[in-house]
């Protein structure tokens, strides 16, 4: 008798300063879950004292089930876009959590692991700083697994201003791309560190 697969759901919070379009990114997120994956979601969203220049995020839910309670406390994935907002929330993190960061602007202490992403100097390379949510969104899609492609590109498509589409599309390719490249790294040195296991035991043990 086959058992019922376990529910699967992720807490995400995206966070750093207004101006940034962290709401929108958690809006595409959250769309992309519901209506291009079929899944429940929710978006809560925050801001600081000032719309723009202060703290903002934005706490998505994604879920095969109902969803009855929307806040996040601990959240699975932490999307990190400026230090403040990562110093506000990494203490909250699950500890087998996913942490993301723009690398320009977040600089992470202590011993957990993170990916980052250079989202901001990508998009400003593009000629359009004002994309760099959309690079992350790319990179968040690629690396966690929490919407599909299929559905993040076509919530991208809903939701930029029209007119924008194609270099949207290009900035959140670019950054999914980037994800997948970051990934295939790890999984190599990975790989070299297992197979360079044995081969050291074996020589430590001629020596020996």
């Known amino acids: ?18 101006g940034q379009g962290i709401i929108l990114a958690g809006r595409i997120l959250g769309q992309a879950a519901a209506l291009g994956d079929k899944k429940e979601s929710t978006l809560v969203q925050s801001y600081g004292p000032e719309s723009r220049g202060g703290a903002c995020a934005a706490q998505v839910i994604v879920s095969d ?4 309670y929307p806040y996040i406390k601990y959240p699975d994935i932490l999307v990190c876009m400026s230090q403040s907002a990562y ?9 087998e959590g996913l942490l993301i960061t723009d690398r320009d602007l977040v600089n992470p202490s202590g011993a957990r692991d993170y990916l980052d992403v250079p989202a901001t100097r990508m998009a400003e390379e ?9 690079i992350m969104v790319g990179f968040v899609t690629a690396v966690s697994g929490a ?18 589409e194609k270099m949207n599309i290009a900035a959140f390719t670019k950054g999914y791309e980037y994800g997948l490249s970051k990934l295939k790294g790890r999984a190599k040195k ?19």
């Open 126 to 134: 593009m000629g359009r700083k004002m994309m760099a949510n959309i």
């Open 147 to 164: 919407v599909s492609l299929e559905a993040a590109r076509d919530a991208v498509m809903d939701s930029v201003p029209k007119g924008t």
């Open 1 to 18: 008798m086959t058992q019922p697969n376990k529910t699967l759901r992720r807490e995400i919070i995206v966070t750093g300063f207004g």
């Open 190 to 208: 990975a790989s070299e560190k297992a197979a360079s296991g044995p081969a050291q035991k074996e020589s430590s043990g001629a020596a020996s």
């Open 87 to 95: 110093e506000k929330y990494i203490n909250d993190m699950k500890p």
């Open 65 to 68: 089930s109902v969803i009855q």
